[in-house]
């Protein structure tokens, strides 16, 4: 098993309609408009490029910081019309996003992969209930390792606090998942 794992970004044209028919079924106002296959293997590919550039210093970065190595050689990420921002097992994102957005959304959920197989050595569950009792939502909880990452890798990896700014000023809709402000 190597130490950094081969991530392909691809489009499925068997999930691409499945996530599609989810958000419009639940898209109360009748507005959301999905991407063709087409667009989003284009999407996808664009996606991979822009990945191509930043995996080397992400990967060190995350199993660095974390000191965990991920448990596997490949993992796909299905970039989708229908879904809303990324999920991490499986990894699948949004091809609705903006290029500068992407890579960021992918190691976010790439860090949760990372956590997730390792919960045997790293329980972030157990730790952050001792250590943030006072936090009651369970996925602020589940944050709290992830945002303590990604500002690793955006001060300290890439050295651009901009980068970090911009992905607090992302989540400020979704104060659930915004643990940037705990200090
Ligand atoms: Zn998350």
Redesign the pocket.
């Known amino acids: 098993m190597s130490e950094k794992p081969h991530i392909i970004i691809t489009s499925s044209r068997f999930l691409n309609p499945v996530f599609s028919e989810y958000r419009k079924s639940h898209d109360t106002e009748g507005m959301w408009q999905s991407m063709t296959d087409e667009e989003v293997e284009q999407k996808a590919v664009l996606f991979s490029g822009l990945w191509e550039r930043e995996k080397g210093l992400i990967l060190g970065g995350i199993t660095e910081a974390l000191g965990l190595h991920f448990l596997e050689n490949i993992i796909c990420a299905y970039v989708v019309s229908g879904q809303q921002?990324?999920?991490?097992d499986p990894i699948v994102i949004s091809s609705h996003l903006s290029d500068e957005k992407f890579v960021d959304v992918l190691l976010?959920?790439l860090?949760?992969r990372l956590l997730q197989y390792h919960v045997e050595e790293i329980n972030t569950h157990a730790i952050t209930k001792k250590l943030f009792a006072n936090v009651e939502n369970p996925?602020t909880k589940?944050?709290i390792m992830?945002n303590a990452v990604e500002q690793y890798l955006f001060l300290e990896v890439f050295r651009d606090a901009a980068r970090l700014q911009r992905n607090i000023n992302y989540m400020l809709p979704y104060p659930a998942?915004n643990l940037h402000g705990i200090s």
């Open positions: 921002g990324g999920f991490s976010h959920e860090t949760h996925s589940a944050h992830i998942l």
